[in-house]
């Protein structure tokens, strides 16, 4: 098998097949190296055999499994949405270091969440920061009773809003099916609609604090050098940013300033190449402390920018 894919110029090929053998086999990836005297059925042979067919042909093998981890978040993902990267998690961590003081207070915050996909940005953050609470709320509560006061979820929560959005109907099914499996029901909401067009009725112009986006940001010139397994089947429509690669991450941070509260700010991932473009795009639409952050292989990734308090 890992020939197979090595040899169809699979990335990844033992990866893969790890992948693939524990999805058909309903079992932890490390579960399939201990039972090596296991023997599979017939029908399990033959759903591993057509996976690995579709493989060869550079079906992303996340969409095979239909599951993939990020930022500790064990998320549903389909052909409607972008596979979540490891480079989107700089966004969570921000967003989080932001939101901590808030954490300290239990003060009411609001975070969106644009182009939300997966919902995987949303998710993260309201997980790292119920993590964030409860652990605090143990630590000030020693009292009787402390491990139900401490660590209540409901209580972690309260006064956090999340809202996520996305122009797909099959993306915000999606959305909402992974916010419910990761218990978050009551915190985040998705909804359809076209970036903060979908927030018109929620009342929340001036009053965001964080505001986060993934949007669209490949230009055209450079289209042609994404890999095929990304071009033939992750959505276009969420790739594409235009000639320039700017069209959408303009509409976002032009929305910026009339829904972040004073000293919010905005986190929107973007190429490497568009890091001085986008720092005068948040500029020119009157943000002040543009800067953009490196991922974690110290490329140019993430615009951050604040509205004047």
């Given at each position: 098998?890992?020939?197979?894919?090595?040899?169809?110029?699979?990335?990844?090929?033992?990866?893969?097949?790890?992948?693939?053998?524990?999805?058909?086999?309903?079992?932890?990836?490390?579960?399939?190296?201990?039972?090596?005297?296991?023997?599979?059925?017939?029908?399990?042979?033959?759903?591993?055999?057509?996976?690995?067919?579709?493989?060869?042909?550079?079906?992303?093998?996340?969409?095979?499994?239909?599951?993939?981890?990020?930022?500790?978040?064990?998320?549903?993902?389909?052909?409607?949405?972008?596979?979540?990267?490891?480079?989107?998690?700089?966004?969570?961590?921000?967003?989080?270091?932001?939101?901590?003081?808030?954490?300290?207070?239990?003060?009411?915050?609001?975070?969106?969440?644009?182009?939300?996909?997966?919902?995987?940005?949303?998710?993260?953050?309201?997980?790292?920061?119920?993590?964030?609470?409860?652990?605090?709320?143990?630590?000030?509560?020693?009292?009787?009773?402390?491990?139900?006061?401490?660590?209540?979820?409901?209580?972690?929560?309260?006064?956090?809003?999340?809202?996520?959005?996305?122009?797909?109907?099959?993306?915000?099914?999606?959305?909402?099916?992974?916010?419910?499996?990761?218990?978050?029901?009551?915190?985040?909401?998705?909804?359809?609609?076209?970036?903060?067009?979908?927030?018109?009725?929620?009342?929340?112009?001036?009053?965001?604090?964080?505001?986060?986006?993934?949007?669209?940001?490949?230009?055209?010139?450079?289209?042609?050098?994404?890999?095929?397994?990304?071009?033939?089947?992750?959505?276009?429509?969420?790739?594409?940013?235009?000639?320039?690669?700017?069209?959408?991450?303009?509409?976002?941070?032009?929305?910026?300033?009339?829904?972040?509260?004073?000293?919010?700010?905005?986190?929107?991932?973007?190429?490497?190449?568009q890091e001085q473009a986008a720092r005068q795009i948040a500029s020119s639409s009157g943000l002040m402390e543009a800067?953009?952050?490196?991922?974690?292989?110290?490329?140019?990734?993430?615009?951050?920018?604040?509205?004047?308090?």
């Amino acid at each position: 098998m890992n020939l197979f894919l090595e040899e169809k110029g699979v990335e990844s090929p033992q990866l893969s097949s790890d992948l693939l053998i524990a999805h058909v086999l309903e079992c932890e990836r490390l579960r399939t190296y201990l039972d090596v005297d296991r023997v599979a059925t017939a029908e399990e042979l033959a759903k591993l055999r057509a996976l690995v067919q579709r493989a060869g042909r550079h079906e992303p093998v996340q969409y095979l499994v239909g599951r993939w981890a990020f930022h500790g978040c064990e998320l549903e993902v389909g052909p409607s949405t972008l596979i979540p990267r490891p480079c989107t998690e700089l966004l969570v961590e921000e967003a989080v270091r932001i939101a901590g003081a808030a954490c300290e207070t239990g003060a009411p915050l609001c975070i969106v969440d644009l182009c939300t996909g997966t919902g995987c940005i949303a998710i993260a953050v309201a997980r790292a920061l119920r993590v964030q609470r409860t652990g605090r709320r143990q630590l000030a509560w020693k009292g009787p009773g402390a491990d139900e006061r401490g660590a209540s979820e409901v209580d972690a929560l309260r006064g956090l809003r999340v809202i996520a959005t996305d122009v797909v109907p099959a993306a915000v099914e999606l959305a909402r099916r992974n916010v419910a499996a990761n218990r978050l029901e009551s915190v985040v909401e998705v909804v359809q609609g076209d970036l903060d067009g979908a927030l018109a009725d929620f009342g929340i112009e001036g009053s965001v604090d964080v505001l986060c986006a993934n949007p669209p940001y490949v230009s055209d010139a450079e289209w042609k050098d994404v890999p095929q397994n990304v071009r033939a089947w992750e959505p276009e429509t969420a790739l594409r940013g235009g000639v320039d690669g700017l069209a959408v991450v303009r509409r976002v941070v032009e929305c910026a300033p009339r829904l972040l509260r004073p000293g919010g700010v905005l986190l929107c991932e973007i190429a490497a190449s568009q890091e001085q473009a986008a720092r005068q795009i948040a500029s020119s639409s009157g943000l002040m402390e543009a800067v953009v952050l490196r991922d974690l292989e110290r490329l140019p990734r993430l615009l951050r920018a604040r509205r004047t308090p």
